[in-house]
């Protein structure tokens, strides 16, 4: 009978349709995310009330065109009106509950007032120990090989792929990723969960973020461990294809812990044409073997200089890359010539794959991310232990 027949509440159905959108920033259902407030639903016209937990960094007007199409799918619904407004503090804790995957309190639960309080009742978990993302260490035996400079137009390149890209700045006493990429504004903080700033489709976390560029970081071996887990765990990075990592020079603590927090880490080892640079950068593809990374292979940097008469000037010698990729068993990734748009790119924040595309550089790096991505993906080569040749 027709009057026995259900009908559709059409406030639930825009609920339905406007909590699949996902937030922006958080890549995450805004219904999961407990941000639809309210929906009401008069004729043809539905309004919906939406609390947004970070700040309008742009990204605000995308989310209400999303909301306003997906509440136009519901049958009858010709007009939707989003009021879209900032969360206020005491809302942000459920938010941070489901960024950090703990279930909801239950409303059933006895409080015993006299039981101890523990400042952390649940251990924080490091996403990477057993995901699905692929994980790279640029690494090099010495400073000033120009592995920041990799790292960063690396990260952009594999971003350009379609792929999702985090970057973790781990070289804690010269950070500079935040300068050479171009960031605009330090980390959000939603209640104790940090939400990375995204810049030319890779999210960065970095110490820059925490201390002035003209600040020296003085810090021993568990200071720094402590920092970089709270890097991994304390930040809601969501599901990447990639996390890079820029590692500081040398084989010292932070490489170390490193290798603890991320043991399917795959070294990225970045060196100069000079035969003694080789040398010194063939340290890090010992310290990766004594703590079981695999490396993947090496990049040379500064490879030649091109001048105006086209001609190529190997300013720093020849041949240190091929060496090491030889004495270490795995393959030249790529050679970069120096040019001075990467030089400027990094000062400027505007690194050369993005600013000068069509760049001998650029071109370099893409063809590097490419190789990483297909050739050399883990599903596409085996995982030779490494022999340190003679």
């Given at each position: 009978?027709?009057?026995?027949?259900?009908?559709?509440?059409?406030?639930?159905?825009?609920?339905?349709?406007?909590?699949?959108?996902?937030?922006?920033?958080?890549?995450?259902?805004?219904?999961?995310?407990?941000?639809?407030?309210?929906?009401?639903?008069?004729?043809?016209?539905?309004?919906?009330?939406?609390?947004?937990?970070?700040?309008?960094?742009?990204?605000?007007?995308?989310?209400?065109?999303?909301?306003?199409?997906?509440?136009?799918?519901?049958?009858?619904?010709?007009?939707?009106?989003?009021?879209?407004?900032?969360?206020?503090?005491?809302?942000?804790?459920?938010?941070?509950?489901?960024?950090?995957?703990?279930?909801?309190?239950?409303?059933?639960?006895?409080?015993?007032?006299?039981?101890?309080?523990?400042?952390?009742?649940?251990?924080?978990?490091?996403?990477?120990?057993?995901?699905?993302?692929?994980?790279?260490?640029?690494?090099?035996?010495?400073?000033?090989?120009?592995?920041?400079?990799?790292?960063?137009?690396?990260?952009?390149?594999?971003?350009?792929?379609?792929?999702?890209?985090?970057?973790?700045?781990?070289?804690?006493?010269?950070?500079?990723?935040?300068?050479?990429?171009?960031?605009?504004?330090?980390?959000?903080?939603?209640?104790?969960?940090?939400?990375?700033?995204?810049?030319?489709?890779?999210?960065?976390?970095?110490?820059?973020?925490?201390?002035?560029?003209?600040?020296?970081?003085?810090?021993?071996?568990?200071?720094?461990?402590?920092?970089?887990?709270?890097?991994?765990?304390?930040?809601?990075?969501?599901?990447?294809?990639?996390?890079?990592?820029?590692?500081?020079?040398?084989?010292?603590?932070?490489?170390?812990?490193?290798?603890?927090?991320?043991?399917?880490?795959?070294?990225?080892?970045?060196?100069?044409?000079?035969?003694?640079?080789?040398?010194?950068?063939?340290?890090?593809?010992?310290?990766?073997?004594?703590?079981?990374?695999?490396?993947?292979?090496?990049?040379?940097?500064?490879?030649?200089?091109?001048?105006?008469?086209?001609?190529?000037?190997?300013?720093?010698?020849?041949?240190?890359?091929?060496?090491?990729?030889?004495?270490?068993?795995?393959?030249?990734?790529?050679?970069?010539?120096?040019?001075?748009?990467?030089?400027?790119?990094?000062?400027?924040?505007?690194?050369?794959?993005?600013?000068?595309?069509?760049?001998?550089?650029?071109?370099?790096?893409?063809?590097?991310?490419?190789r990483l991505d297909t050739e050399l993906a883990p599903t596409k080569r085996s995982h030779p232990q490494l022999r340190?040749?003679?």
């Amino acid at each position: 009978m027709a009057g026995n027949e259900s009908q559709v509440d059409p406030s639930e159905a825009v609920r339905a349709a406007v909590g699949a959108v996902q937030e922006p920033v958080l890549r995450l259902p805004i219904g999961d995310l407990g941000m639809v407030r309210g929906i009401a639903v008069d004729g043809s016209t539905a309004v919906v009330a939406i609390a947004e937990p970070l700040p309008d960094r742009g990204h605000w007007a995308r989310l209400e065109d999303a909301v306003r199409a997906a509440g136009l799918t519901v049958d009858g619904v010709e007009r939707v009106d989003v009021d879209l407004r900032q969360m206020g503090e005491g809302e942000l804790p459920e938010v941070a509950r489901v960024l950090k995957g703990e279930p909801p309190p239950n409303p059933l639960a006895v409080v015993d007032a006299n039981a101890p309080v523990h400042e952390h009742p649940r251990p924080r978990v490091n996403p990477f120990t057993n995901a699905r993302t692929r994980i790279l260490a640029i690494a090099s035996g010495k400073g000033g090989v120009g592995k920041s400079s990799v790292t960063t137009n690396l990260s952009i390149a594999l971003a350009q792929r379609g792929r999702r890209v985090a970057v973790v700045d781990a070289d804690v006493w010269g950070f500079s990723l935040p300068r050479m990429l171009g960031v605009t504004h330090p980390p959000d903080l939603i209640d104790d969960v940090l939400v990375p700033p995204e810049v030319h489709g890779v999210d960065v976390i970095s110490m820059g973020f925490f201390t002035r560029e003209d600040e020296a970081v003085v810090w021993r071996g568990p200071m720094l461990h402590k920092a970089l887990e709270q890097f991994l765990t304390d930040v809601h990075w969501g599901d990447p294809d990639y996390l890079v990592i820029d590692l500081p020079p040398g084989t010292g603590d932070v490489s170390i812990s490193i290798a603890q927090f991320l043991p399917r880490a795959e070294v990225v080892i970045v060196t100069t044409p000079q035969l003694a640079a080789q040398k010194v950068a063939q340290r890090a593809g010992v310290m990766a073997a004594k703590v079981n990374l695999d490396v993947v292979g090496v990049i040379e940097n500064m490879s030649w200089f091109r001048g105006d008469d086209g001609k190529r000037y190997e300013l720093f010698g020849a041949g240190g890359g091929g060496e090491l990729a030889r004495r270490l068993g795995v393959p030249l990734l790529g050679q970069i010539p120096l040019v001075p748009a990467l030089r400027t790119g990094g000062d400027e924040g505007v690194p050369i794959v993005v600013g000068a595309p069509d760049d001998e550089a650029s071109q370099v790096f893409r063809a590097v991310a490419a190789r990483l991505d297909t050739e050399l993906a883990p599903t596409k080569r085996s995982h030779p232990q490494l022999r340190i040749q003679s």
